[in-house]
């Protein structure tokens, strides 16, 4: 009878033995492929050994190739469960094939002595927290299977939990098999043959490419608003955890979003609150009855936070759909009727403070001085403002040349080109001033209704 490489007889049984070639030896996660051809019959030993000489060559083929694929960071627990059924799975079938094959009462009585040995090892892994060494190796080898086939960075801090499942599935098919000891039939559940579906970038790591790439693009995001973005963002993955996108689910945005409802504007510099975690200062703003932030403000944390799963989605593999889409709070009415107008006492603060009244240089315009600042914009704004009507981002951007008159009556001329987020011109009637040393000597009184003084 000629010989065949691989092919070996254990017994009455005909194995597969390979070694591992030589290029791929070392990161190759077993020393060996074994496994038995499960038949006594030589010629059908042969066909199996064809079949399975091709199966394997295919690995040692797929091993080179993964060789030059980037490492997983991390493992969702979606990722360790499907490692833990398949690991419970083989180890059934296993037990399958030995018992198919037969056992006589030495080999038997041996077979128990191991059940027993191995699942007291495992279980004081599970107990004290320190597996056996061959725990590592087995989850080495089943990352590489053909319906797992994950490739994790050494250094991950997903390894402990993966082997704690590699272990919790020995356990379990232990007592599977002590019951199959005593005759009680356990079936062997079917191979989970998906992949685990590959799991995202840690939030956190999304959230440093993104700030990162907006920052540095031409035109791209100010220092201020960077800042602002890279904020709630990561108050967010505070609050649920800094996981793989793929893990976050439309109650987390939820959570996050009813948390903003219960907030205060500012609530870091609130004594009670500042100190607190976001979750917890939501609550304790609650239980202290504190005015909640605007509606409006909630919906712009939120677009931050939107912000960023729209471009990890364009930019990442398996992020799921955006779990803050359709969240926005409704705002009925225009978004003027929010903000309340300025008490007369609240006017009279404004415009008798330092800026006013004299202050010590622009830099410390709160506190008193002689300087009165007319060529700065801290002292125009809210003038303008108070007699024009105008939005404050329109005051800030408006040049000399858009002051204009008609007849006797001074207006500001608000236009798509001095503005660009407006769409239209309009004017805003004004008083016409003459000022000395920042104190007003008279005040006409206009069509837009401002008051003569």
Known sequence: M??????????????????IPRDIKQSYPKTEETFSLHTRDYQEALKKWREASAEVD???????????????????????????????????DEDDDLRLDGMDEQEFAYYQE???????????????????????SEAEEVLTWENVDLK??????????????????????????????????????AMPQSK????????????????????????????ATAKANQLWAERFIAMAGDRPMSEYT??????????????????????????????????????????????????????????????????????????????????????????????????????????????????YHNTPGDLVPTDQGIYWVPLIGLFTGCRSGEIIQLRTEDVKTEGDIAYIEVTSASILAVSRSRKAAMAVCSWRGGRSTGIRECSCGSRSH
């Open 250 to 363: 439309k109650a987390d945005a939820r959570e996050f979003k009813s948390t903003l409802l219960a907030l205060p504007p500012n609530w870091t510099k609130i004594k009670e609150l500042e100190k607190l975690s976001m979750k917890e200062a939501g609550r304790r703003a609650t239980t202290l009855g504190l005015k909640p932030m605007a509606g409006k403000n909630v919906n712009k944390v939120l677009g931050f936070v939107r912000a960023l799963w729209n471009w990890a989605e364009a930019n990442y593999d398996n992020v799921p759909s955006n779990p803050f889409d359709g969240l926005n709070v409704k705002i009925s009415g225009k978004a003027r009727d929010e903000r309340h107008p300025f008490k007369r006492d609240e006017l009279e603060k404004i415009f008798r403070s330092p800026i006013y009244t004299g202050c010590k240089s622009v830099r």
């Open 58 to 92: 295919r690995r040692f083929a797929e091993h080179r190739l993964r060789r030059l694929e980037p490492l997983l960071p991390e493992l969702s627990d979606a990722q360790i469960k499907h490692v833990e059924e398949v690991y419970y799975s083989h180890l059934l």
């Open 2 to 19: 000629p010989s065949y490489p691989r092919l070996i007889k254990r017994g009455n049984v005909y194995w597969f033995r390979s070694s």
């Open 196 to 223: 685990a579906t590959a799991s995202s970038p840690a939030a956190s790591t999304i959230i440093e490419a993104w700030v990162t790439e907006k920052s540095r693009a031409k035109g791209g995001w100010t220092p």
């Open 114 to 136: 191991l059940i027993h040995t191995m699942e007291t090892l495992d279980r004081e892994g599970i107990a004290r927290g320190r597996p056996p060494v061959y725990a590592r």
């Open 152 to 189: 994790l960075d050494p250094a991950s801090p997903s390894w402990p939990k993966l082997i704690r499942a590699i272990l919790s599935a020995s356990v379990r098919a232990a007592i599977a098999k002590r019951q199959r000891n005593e005759g009680t039939p356990v079936e062997t559940p």
